[in-house]
Structure formats: structure tokens, C-alpha cells
């Protein structure tokens, strides 16, 4: 591997490190007391959970995560299920908690990390699993931010948005939160089951009204929004933030020498953040952290990490950029439904891929960043990270 790449690796590796679940609950679960039950979830609930319970081995815990990082944790039941799209072990998983939460007998601690969303499907009403998973995919390739697909989905679930509180009452709740959400919104991390919701019914039908989904999401959605009662008052809880994203910026800040960080983070769509990533980067190394959308126009592979990196090279092309390297990833280690975490380009990436017979152009139309990635061997892979603080790139410019 070349300098710069190596470079940039470290420099990402930094951030993630920076993000790390066991050490995040370690660190502040000395000052918490006990609880009667633990709930973790989310892509990094099993170490989290790991910190907690060396804190209080008898507690009895519940961890929810991907699979991916789904393995075994002694004095823990652990529950693997599916991310982004949702599936019926996750339902299974969402009964387990909601038991747990209704018979806990004194205070629970939540651990909660991004993924919880798709991980605890419990479908509200009448709905199914199948209506929350249809509306989901949608979403998905919605173009919307993530805080409002995440107020749509609270509305389509039992745990979301405040549930924990709800089933936990009158007892107690402290949750200790690694963000993966841009700006650290509470109530937007694993869609907030120990904050209030987002937002109403009403507010969920109007964004599925903008976003031209209305008419498009299953009968049985529309009905359950619609006839929606009241929203409820919800008792308190202690919510503490233990990561986030900017933490993560700032870690790759400092194992950088006169690095320069885009003080805003990087948000909206891949084409737009690509052209606002290169006006930012000088000479020397540019940082950032945020989360990008992509709406989705093909049936190709990839995410929005391996798609900003192409296009992204796109960018560094047009400007004749001519010695460069750059790093989008996601620090959970997974880009989309991937085995990718993003990609790493450099001034040689558009080359590599028409030398191997691919068109650029076609392959984002079709979004299928992650086969042109492929051919120019410019994928990053990294496995599961265990963690998971929205994403991070960097850009190491010297002509």
C-alpha cells in the first residue's frame, strides 16, 4: 500500500478508535448504580454491554446487535438481527425486550448505539413486520435525512421513540448513548427509545406526503397513522452521551499535524457534499464527519460512502487535481448492504476503472459505486468495527 493511503488509513483508524463502545460505557459506568436490567442494542451493544456488565455481573441483559458483531457474552442473552432492512429475528429480539422492559422490578440501564433502529422492529397496532420492513426500504432510497426517516419509523413502533419509557414505568431509566447521528439528536440515535418522539403521526404522514411515498407505502400504514391516537405524556429519564461523531473528527484532528477540519458536518446528497468536500480541500490534509443521502435511482451496489468517494475523484478530475488520495468511510465497517466500508481513490481511480472496461457515468446512474470501486481496487474494507459514529473521511492533497 502507498504512503498516502496508509496515511489516510491511520488517520481513519484514529476516529473509530476514538468511537470505541467498551471504553465509552467504561468510563463513565463507575459513577452510574446499579439497575435490575441492562438493554443494550445497536451495532456496538455488545461491547457496551461488555463494559456494563463487568460493572454489575448479575444484571440481567439483553443485547440486540448485527450480525456481524453478534457473539456470544457471558451472563447476556444475545440476539442477532437484521440491518438495514429488518427481519423476523429482529421482531423476535423486540419481543424479548419488551418483555424484559415490563417485568424489569426496579431501574434499567439502556445502551444504546446506532442500528437500533432496523435492529428492534416492533411493529405498532396491527401493522407487521412485512409493512415495516416495505416502508423502510423506502425510506432508504427516499433521499430524506435521517432524522426524518427515523420520526416516521417511531411512528410504526412499539419501542421507538420513547417506548423503553412506557414499558419501564413507573421504574426508572438511564441510558448511556454512543451518536451515530449528525449534531448528537437524541431522539433521532436507534430512533429514541429513552427520548421523546421526533414528531407525531400527523408529521410522519405529511414527510410520506413530501417525499412523494404516501400512495406507495402499504394500506395497512396509512390506516395505523391515520387513526393514530393522542401522543402520551412519557415519564423522565437520565440520558448520557458517552460518543459521537465530532469526538471521532476531533481524535483524527489531533493524530494529525496541521490537519484543517471542515467545521460544518457534511450532510445531503453525495453530488452536492463531493463538490463542498474539494472547495474546502487545499494542499495537506482535510478532515470531516458526517452522513450523506443518496437516493437511489438503480439497482447496483454500494452506499453512500463508496458512492461520495467516487464521485469525489470525479471532482479532484474536473478540478486537474494531480497527486491525491482520499478516504470515505463509515466507521460501523459497513457501507450500504456491502461488504465495503466506502472506498479509497486517488488521482489514478477513474483510469483503473475505464482500463478495466468500465464507464463511470453508467455506474452511478445504475448507483453501483461499489462495482467501479471494485475495478479500480479502491474499495475500503475494514469488517465490523464494532462500533458505529455516522462517517468520516479524509483527504490528503499535495498537487
Known amino acids: 500500500m502507498n504512503r498516502p493511503r496508509a496515511r489516510a488509513l491511520r488517520i481513519f483508524d484514529?476516529?473509530?478508535?476514538?468511537?470505541?463502545?467498551?471504553?465509552?460505557?467504561?468510563?463513565?459506568?463507575?459513577?452510574?448504580?446499579?439497575?435490575?436490567?441492562?438493554?443494550?442494542?445497536?451495532?456496538?451493544?455488545?461491547?457496551?454491554?461488555?463494559?456494563?456488565?463487568?460493572?454489575?455481573?448479575?444484571?440481567?441483559?439483553?443485547?440486540?446487535?448485527?450480525?456481524?458483531?453478534a457473539k456470544a457474552l457471558k451472563g447476556a442473552d444475545v440476539f442477532a438481527a437484521g440491518h438495514p432492512i429488518p427481519d423476523e429475528n429482529g421482531t423476535l429480539a423486540a419481543r424479548?425486550?419488551?418483555?424484559?422492559?415490563?417485568?424489569?422490578?426496579?431501574?434499567?440501564?439502556a445502551l444504546i448505539s446506532g442500528g437500533g433502529s432496523a435492529l428492534l422492529p416492533a411493529p405498532a397496532g396491527q401493522l407487521t413486520l412485512a409493512d415495516?420492513?416495505?416502508?423502510?426500504?423506502?425510506?432508504?432510497?427516499?433521499?430524506?435525512?435521517?432524522?426524518?426517516?427515523?420520526?416516521?419509523?417511531?411512528?410504526?413502533?412499539?419501542?421507538?421513540?420513547?417506548?423503553?419509557?412506557?414499558?419501564?414505568?413507573?421504574h426508572p431509566v438511564t441510558a448511556l448513548i454512543l451518536s451515530d447521528v449528525v449534531g448528537d439528536d437524541l431522539s433521532a440515535i436507534a430512533s429514541g427509545p429513552t427520548v421523546a418522539p421526533l414528531g407525531t403521526a400527523a408529521d410522519a404522514m405529511a414527510l410520506l406526503h413530501q417525499a412523494g411515498l404516501w400512495d406507495r407505502v402499504p394500506q395497512s400504514v396509512r390506516d395505523h397513522l391515520m387513526g393514530a391516537p393522542a401522543p402520551a405524556v412519557l415519564p423522565s429519564s437520565r440520558n448520557i452521551l458517552v460518543g459521537s461523531n465530532s469526538q471521532s473528527v476531533a481524535a483524527m484532528a489531533a493524530a494529525t499535524r496541521g490537519a484543517f477540519v471542515i467545521p460544518a458536518p457534511v450532510?445531503?446528497?453525495?453530488?452536492?457534499?463531493?463538490?463542498?468536500?474539494?472547495?474546502?480541500?487545499?494542499?495537506?490534509?482535510?478532515?470531516?464527519?458526517?452522513?450523506?443521502?443518496?437516493?437511489l435511482k438503480g439497482t447496483g451496489q454500494g452506499g453512500r460512502n463508496q458512492e461520495l468517494a467516487l464521485r469525489i475523484a470525479i471532482e479532484a478530475s474536473l478540478r486537474g487535481w494531480t497527486k491525491w488520495t482520499c478516504l470515505q468511510g463509515g466507521s460501523d465497517g459497513?457501507?450500504?448492504?456491502?461488504d465495503a466500508a466506502g472506498g479509497i481513490v486517488d488521482q489514478g481511480t477513474l483510469q483503473r476503472i475505464a482500463k478495466?472496461?468500465?464507464?463511470?457515468?453508467?455506474?452511478?446512474?445504475?448507483?453501483?459505486?461499489?462495482?467501479?470501486?471494485?475495478?479500480?481496487?479502491?474499495l475500503l474494507i475494514t469488517g465490523a468495527t464494532g462500533?458505529?459514529?455516522?462517517?468520516?473521511?479524509?483527504?490528503?492533497?499535495s498537487g
Do not use: H
Open 14 to 69: 484514529a476516529g473509530v478508535k476514538a468511537a470505541d463502545p467498551y471504553a465509552a460505557v467504561a468510563n463513565v459506568i463507575g459513577d452510574l448504580e446499579a439497575s435490575a436490567t441492562i438493554i443494550a442494542v445497536g451495532k456496538a451493544a455488545r461491547l457496551m454491554a461488555q463494559a456494563a456488565l463487568e460493572r454489575f455481573p448479575k444484571t440481567n441483559t439483553i443485547v440486540v446487535t448485527n450480525y456481524e458483531n
Open 96 to 109: 424479548a425486550v419488551i418483555a424484559a422492559l415490563r417485568s424489569a422490578g426496579g431501574p434499567v440501564l
Open 132 to 170: 415495516k420492513a416495505s416502508v423502510n426500504e423506502l425510506l432508504l432510497g427516499s433521499g430524506l435525512a435521517i432524522d426524518r426517516m427515523n420520526l416516521i419509523r417511531q411512528q410504526l413502533s412499539d419501542l421507538k421513540g420513547g417506548g423503553f419509557l412506557s414499558l419501564a414505568a413507573p
Open 267 to 295: 450532510e445531503g446528497d453525495v453530488a452536492d457534499a463531493a463538490a463542498f468536500i474539494c472547495d474546502q480541500a487545499g494542499l495537506g490534509t482535510t478532515l470531516w464527519g458526517g452522513e450523506t443521502t443518496v437516493v
Open 334 to 338: 459497513r457501507d450500504g448492504p456491502t
Open 356 to 378: 478495466a472496461g468500465g464507464d463511470v457515468e453508467a455506474f452511478l446512474n445504475n448507483n453501483d459505486s461499489y462495482q467501479a470501486l471494485k475495478m479500480a481496487d479502491d
Open 387 to 397: 462500533t458505529n459514529v455516522a462517517d468520516l473521511g479524509v483527504l490528503i492533497r
